[in-house]
């Protein structure tokens, strides 16, 4: 059934922030009753890089999530404004991150982050043919980078040291496109 089975009668703006917009919505669901839900909007695309050199090496960032409360080991990644081209803003974050350029770009996959409450959309890639520079952090950020071989990087999402969705969906696509 790939047709909406959902109906929106009101739709009212909860709270918005330069990142995100919440809103409910009165609705009638597939079953016919009324209800309500929730939709968190990103005003970012969220883009993540596996970067791999010529040794099968490959790059984490970590830092404290404030949302969990906890550490977290992530691939480079950040967001990109709606309407600018993913490629560019991944390679900003790149850049930003590791201080790595990449001369190939291969766009991995797709991913929709939370769908039964946001519309986030995120692309992963891997980036090879790699060239060495200075990092550009952000003035929130205190990131750790860690060069790491690709095969314990795959080692840390299976033992579930990087929990991740963004992460762990492109790390998984990249093994398999990488023979692990």
């Given at each position: ?10 739709s ?12 409910e ?52 990644m950040?967001g990109g ?10 390679k ?15 766009e991995?996959?797709?991913?929709h982050?939370s ?10 890639y ?11 952090f ?8 860690k ?20 992460s ?7 093994a398999?496109?990488?023979g692990?």
């Open positions: 059934m790939e047709q909406n089975p959902w109906k929106t009668k009101t009212k703006l909860i709270y918005e922030n330069p990142w995100i917009k919440v809103e919505h009165e609705v009638i669901n597939p079953a016919g009753n009324d209800g309500i839900y929730g939709t968190v909007h990103f005003k970012n695309r969220a883009m993540g890089i596996i970067p791999i050199d010529s040794e099968e090496n490959t790059w984490l960032i970590g830092q404290y999530r404030y949302s969990l409360n906890e550490y977290s080991w992530e691939i480079p950040g404004l709606i309407g600018l081209d993913f490629l560019e803003s991944a900003r974050e790149l850049k930003e991150e590791t201080g790595l350029t990449a001369n190939k770009w291969t991995l996959l797709k991913i982050t769908n039964s409450v946001t519309d986030e959309v995120g692309i992963v891997l980036a090879e043919e790699l060239t060495f520079g200075e990092t550009e952000e003035d929130t950020e205190i990131l750790q980078v060069k790491l071989p690709f095969k314990d990087v795959l080692d840390m999402a299976m033992r579930g040291e990087i929990t991740d969705g963004i762990l969906a492109g790390i998984f696509k990249a398999r496109i990488l692990y």
